[in-house]
């Protein structure tokens, strides 16, 4: 199996030193940087600039993808366009699983969302919490974005700079709405990067031909 663009990035973000980087990085966040830039972007007034990273974050809601991808790819099969009825599984695939995935780690780590800092004082992981404000960690719009954007990048990699952008913009936005801290966002697209290439990885072994659509 021939590597792509996006295994090459892959193999080179799982590498020992970057691994450790990437968690010390994380963990400064945590202690040093989240507080500090999040009460900084509270104390902005952003004016109109507000609206697009409103518009920007909407980019990151999973329902549109979860819900919409499949109607999609059901209207492309019946109309005969069988490789991009497969392309719009994928990237399915690419948001639906990255997000149970962090569902998961919502509810064990228990991080209380920046809101709860301006109300009570509440910073940190609180651990097994069902409350959705204690669902900080890791970012769900950030890791929809981002599994949507490794997604694409497997399948169209020649706009793969694009994409990042994108998904950098929609992870920015949820730290200036302070809906989430930086840390929240690193390792969202940590996360996404790591699960969509296991998928792609699964999916090549197992399933071909329907790879082969996936690629074009």
Same mark, same amino acid.
């Given at each position: 199996m021939n590597r792509t663009s996006f295994d090459r990035? =892959?193999?080179?973000?799982?590498? %020992?030193?970057?691994? $450790?980087?990437?968690?010390?990085? $994380? #963990?400064? &966040?945590f202690l040093y940087l989240d507080k500090p830039l999040t009460l900084w972007c @509270? &104390? *902005?007034d952003w004016g109109a600039s507000r609206?697009? =990273? !409103?518009? *920007?974050? *909407?980019?990151?809601?999973?329902?549109?993808? +979860?819900?919409?991808? %499949?109607?999609?790819?059901? /209207? *492309?099969?019946?109309?005969?366009?069988?490789?991009?009825?497969?392309?719009?599984?994928?990237?399915?695939?690419?948001?639906?699983? %990255?997000? #149970?995935? #962090?569902?998961?780690? !919502? $509810? /064990? =780590?228990?991080?209380a969302r920046p809101e709860l800092l301006f109300k009570i004082k509440a910073y940190g992981f609180q651990w097994m919490q069902l409350?959705? #404000?204690?669902?900080? =960690? %890791?970012s769900g719009h950030t890791i929809t974005i981002m599994g949507l954007v490794f997604g694409l990048w497997v399948m169209i990699p020649r706009y793969r700079w694009f994409y990042l952008a994108l998904g950098v913009a929609v992870g920015l936005s949820r730290i200036v709405l302070l809906q989430h801290y930086l840390s929240d966002v690193l390792t969202a697209a940590y996360l996404a990067? /790591?699960? +969509?290439?296991?998928?792609?990885?699964?999916? @090549?072994?197992f399933t071909p031909k329907f790879m082969e659509n996936v690629h074009g």
């Amino acid at each position: 199996m021939n590597r792509t663009s996006f295994d090459r990035v =892959f193999y080179r973000m799982t590498k %020992p030193w970057v691994v $450790i980087s990437y968690g010390l990085l $994380i #963990a400064v &966040s945590f202690l040093y940087l989240d507080k500090p830039l999040t009460l900084w972007c @509270q &104390s *902005l007034d952003w004016g109109a600039s507000r609206v697009v =990273f !409103k518009g *920007l974050t *909407l980019l990151g809601c999973k329902t549109m993808y +979860v819900v919409g991808l %499949p109607v999609f790819a059901v /209207i *492309l099969h019946y109309v005969k366009h069988q490789t991009w009825a497969c392309r719009t599984w994928f990237l399915w695939l690419c948001v639906g699983v %990255p997000n #149970a995935v #962090a569902g998961v780690l !919502k $509810i /064990i =780590f228990g991080r209380a969302r920046p809101e709860l800092l301006f109300k009570i004082k509440a910073y940190g992981f609180q651990w097994m919490q069902l409350d959705h #404000a204690y669902h900080s =960690f %890791p970012s769900g719009h950030t890791i929809t974005i981002m599994g949507l954007v490794f997604g694409l990048w497997v399948m169209i990699p020649r706009y793969r700079w694009f994409y990042l952008a994108l998904g950098v913009a929609v992870g920015l936005s949820r730290i200036v709405l302070l809906q989430h801290y930086l840390s929240d966002v690193l390792t969202a697209a940590y996360l996404a990067c /790591i699960v +969509v290439w296991g998928l792609t990885y699964l999916m @090549q072994r197992f399933t071909p031909k329907f790879m082969e659509n996936v690629h074009g």
